[in-house]
């Protein structure tokens, strides 16, 4: 009987640890990392309006964010996990 309490307890450890470490790898969804981007956008001066996303090419990442107005565009580049993997920008926002 005394073996059995130990080894419940690593099961539920495990169990437990499974949990975080599944909820830790989830990616958020497109709504999700569509306005976080767009949200960096505006903290530049950009309006939230602007921006549209669309799948990714490249290997490695799921979305690319574009903002653009009046000729002045930014890109965000998302990875699989919802990160900002990298940011190109053409033009000047004071143009907008």
Known sequence: MRIWAPVAALVALAGVLGWLMGARSTAPNETAVIARMAALYAEEGG????????????????LVVRCACDGTVHEYFVDDFGRLAHRRVEGDLAQC
């Open 47 to 62: 309006q939230i309006s602007d921006c549209a996303a669309r799948p990714a090419a490249s290997d490695g990442l799921w």
